[in-house]
């Protein structure tokens, strides 16, 4: 898979916070709950913003525990990255991201296929990892406005 890559910093600089994504997207189509975790930092300073009005979680157990039940639910799930951008402060423990993203999961017997999912956040550094304490995941509305 070709992936496009766009940073203010070399590859070098982000290789470390590109592994941290795709970890993320590896262990969410996997199920893997446990490393899933390990991406993001486990305190209550994380917030996690979802699609839905009422899916944000201030902290991580409480994301946590909402991804532990989602995730297992996931079937023949797969995620598609089409396009990552990384930028990195001048201090070098914070950064910054977003993706495109194409997902396609089963879903009671008849696979879903949705298509153009943002995936933005912000990392710190935190001692050697970078971890995720900021993250948020949109669909674009691609409705045509209703005429009056």
Not at 30 to 46: H, L, N, V, Y
Not at 60 to 69: C, L, S, T
Not at 79 to 92: H, V
Request: proline share 3%; with cysteine.
């Amino acid at each position: 898979m070709m992936k496009k890559q766009n940073t203010t910093s070399g590859p070098r600089a982000t290789a470390p916070i590109q592994a941290v994504l795709n970890e993320l997207l590896r262990t969410q189509e996997s199920a893997d709950i446990e490393g899933f975790s390990k991406c993001f930092a486990q305190d209550e300073s994380t917030i996690n913003i979802g699609t839905d009005i009422d899916e944000i979680w201030i902290g991580w157990q409480a994301f946590y525990n909402w991804m532990k039940e989602a995730i297992q639910h996931e079937l023949d799930y797969t995620i598609l990255e089409k396009d990552t951008r990384i930028f990195i402060a001048k201090s070098n423990d914070v950064a910054w991201y977003s993706q495109l993203l194409d997902t396609c999961f089963e879903t009671k017997s008849d696979p879903l296929r949705i298509e153009g999912f943002r995936h933005t956040g912000v990392m710190e550094k935190r001692g050697d990892s970078w971890l995720i304490v900021q993250s948020h995941i949109s669909v674009p509305d691609k409705s045509c406005p209703q005429e009056e």
